[in-house]
């Protein structure tokens, strides 16, 4: 793991709660398929630790976000799925909101006008130095 994606991690690592809820808003899905589904929303580049998401998982359920029901498998262990509440949801659009927000604020206080930095050639010497 890069610095770069060291800084990444942890950057990512404070919104845990608004990523497995907004994985939620769609549909109910189980621990391991809201791992999938956030490991495949990145193309690979990012994966939450099974670990951090059932402690994420058992968070918000303690906090009223997400409830949860065994599923009714017919083949297989028992699954635990997550669904959200109102008050998940509600939750999860004040943090899109402040995200928003703050990427507004760091875009502007870092000049950064839709300028990818990695694999890409990048022309304004700020952002091109930015990775080193």
């Known amino acids: 793991m890069t610095q770069d994606d060291a800084f990444a991690a942890d950057l990512l ?3 845990t709660d608004t990523i497995v809820l ?4 769609g549909r109910d899905a189980y621990g391991f398929e809201i791992y999938k589904a956030i490991r495949d929303a990145t193309g690979g580049a990012h994966e939450i630790k099974e670990a951090t998401l059932y402690a994420t998982y058992r968070r918000l359920e303690k906090d009223g976000l997400v409830e949860s029901y065994w599923g009714d498998e017919t083949q297989g262990g028992r699954r635990k799925y997550y669904r ?3 008050a998940g949801r509600a939750v999860f659009r004040g943090n899109v909101a402040a ?5 507004r604020i760091i875009d502007s206080l870092l000049d950064v006008k839709d300028t990818v930095v990695k694999d890409t050639t990048v022309t304004d010497p700020a952002v091109k130095d ?3």
């Open 84 to 86: 959200i509440t109102d």
């Open 13 to 15: 690592r404070g919104h």
């Open 99 to 103: 995200w928003v927000a703050t990427k």
């Open 130 to 132: 930015a990775g080193k």
């Open 22 to 25: 907004g994985v939620l808003r």
